[in-house]
């Protein structure tokens, strides 16, 4: 059975520290004179921390750099679109001009048959009545 025992009534050898000692996660604590904290973990993961912060401000400046290169590089796709429908309409407008120059080259084809055959009927008919040509010129000037 136990006994109640006054603090001054103990034994000399029960005057000695009892050690004790307290492990939580990251913390580890014990008590001999003083209590001491073992706080390894804690820089561990203070270090860590330290890390990934400074992993995640280089992770959000190449993102940001991304985003940026990415609105470079869409601007440049719009401009290059904007240039390509620029030179297709180009290409339009040349091909009906050049459509346009072929029906004019081929109406003032037409008209310049049709004076050679008219100048060959005229000097075919002035041969036949003996007109000297100097005289169809003379006739022919206004």
């Known amino acids: 059975m136990a006994k109640a025992v006054k603090p001054d009534e103990l034994p000399a050898e029960d005057d000695r520290d009892i050690p004790i000692a307290l492990n939580l ?15 390894s973990e804690l820089s561990e993961v ?17 993102n940001q750099a991304l985003r940026d290169k990415c609105l470079r590089l869409s601007e440049e796709a719009n401009l290059d679109k904007f240039k ?5 309409e180009m290409l339009a407008m040349s091909s009906l001009d050049e459509e346009r120059s072929k029906a004019e080259f081929a109406k003032e ?3 310049v048959l049709q004076l050679r055959h008219d100048m060959k009927l005229l000097l075919e008919k002035a041969a036949k009545e ?6 169809l010129l003379a006739t022919l000037s206004p």
Do not use: C, H
């Open 25 to 39: 996660p990251g913390l580890a604590m014990s008590f001999g004179i003083d209590w001491v904290l073992d706080t």
């Open 130 to 135: 003996n007109v000297d040509i100097s005289d």
């Open 84 to 88: 390509s429908q620029l030179l297709v």
């Open 46 to 62: 203070r270090n860590q921390q330290q890390e990934l912060i400074a992993r995640v401000q280089a992770l959000e400046t190449e």
């Open 109 to 111: 084809k037409s008209k």
